[in-house]
């Protein structure tokens, strides 16, 4: 029998620009702050998590203005300190979810890279995964664009072959993905890699349209 994963909906306490740069990353991905930090959280091993550092929690004078709407003090301004919203299973703390997004921030801004060392235990946990929190395959889907997003890192030779456009665009080498997955996949990257974009690169971005030209002679 099947029990479904009990979720939490955390308040993480973090500096305002930590804040601001976090929600900035998930409007550009599309997504919400929980699905930046359960991809990393379901990218990497516990252990490897908690060996990154913390961005920690806001300074004394770091505080955000807002208005009470309920009980004795609705209507009046408070000062509070800033804060993240996630909903994510339970078992975790803020400094755990802090590390996670702060790698997200950092591979978004290719400041640091992610080696997977076994893909089939990566693959074991994906399917693990999945079965405990009973999602439906398009987020699954949606989980995977924001790895493969985050996880990017443009090849030192450039695109030269179909293997590697694949790489690129984030298919396994040897597939036969469909023209419509590709042009979908190329969209996503595009928006995410343009330079005009906040976390946007002239070399990635090359690189993408390099591997559609590929794509697009074979």
């Excluded at 306490?13 to 740069?21: H, L």
């Excluded at 398009?138 to 493969?148: G, H, I, M, P, Q």
């Excluded at 979908?184 to 343009?194: G, K, M, S």
């Amino acid at each position: 029998m099947n029990f479904p994963i009990r979720k939490k909906s955390y308040t993480v306490a973090c500096a305002s620009r930590f804040r601001d740069a976090v929600e900035a990353l998930a409007a550009r991905r599309g997504v919400n702050v929980a699905d930046i930090a359960r991809s990393v959280l379901l990218l990497l091993p516990g252990e490897t998590v908690a060996a990154l550092p913390d961005p920690g929690g806001p300074a004394g004078d770091d505080r955000e203005s807002v208005v009470l709407k309920t009980g004795p003090g609705a209507g009046r301004p408070w000062r509070r300190k800033p804060r993240l919203q996630a909903r994510l299973p339970d078992g975790f703390d803020e400094a755990t979810i802090r590390r996670a997004l702060g790698l997200a921030l950092a591979l978004a801004a290719g400041e640091r890279s992610v080696r997977i060392a076994d893909p089939a235990a990566e693959a074991r946990q994906a399917r693990a995964a999945s079965r405990a929190e009973h999602q439906h395959s398009d987020e699954l889907e949606r989980l995977r664009t924001v790895v493969a997003a985050l996880s990017f890192t443009p090849l030192s030779e450039g695109v030269r072959t179909r293997d590697e456009a694949l790489h690129v665009l984030g298919f396994a080498p040897g597939s036969q993905p469909e023209v419509r997955a590709v042009r979908a996949r190329f969209r996503v990257l595009a928006t995410i890699h343009h330079p005009d974009s906040a976390f946007g690169s002239h070399e990635r971005m090359s690189q993408l349209n390099a591997a559609m030209d590929v794509l697009r002679a074979r």
